[in-house]
């Protein structure tokens, strides 16, 4: 759970284990993580494995619109690849 939750902390797995139907300690979770080599929340959350982030992304990622860009420059053609951003936001005051 807190590999797949990377931003998860202590109290937010012991909270989620609850809701499962477990009752353990904050301590608990915390030494369970140590033993495993599971780093605390802020730590993980700084080094998301690829696959954890393509798994939480994929839907934004699969919708994304890419094009490439072949660019000659004095080493050589480059072939850049580009996602254009829009903010599709209407704020209101």
Do not use: C
């Not at 797995?13 to 140590?34: D, E, F, M, P």
């Not at 619109?65 to 690849?81: K, N, P």
């Amino acid at each position: 759970m807190a590999r797949e939750n990377v931003k998860w902390g202590y109290t937010r797995l012991v909270g989620a284990l609850k809701n499962l139907g477990y009752t353990v300690g904050r301590s608990t979770v915390k030494r369970i993580l140590s033993d495993r080599g599971i780093d605390p929340a802020p730590e993980r959350g700084k080094r998301t494995p690829w696959k954890t982030f393509i798994k939480a992304h994929l839907g934004e990622i699969a919708e994304a619109d890419f094009f490439t860009v072949e660019v000659l420059t004095l080493v050589g053609l480059l072939r850049y690849y580009v996602q254009p951003r829009a903010e599709a936001t209407l704020r209101r005051v």
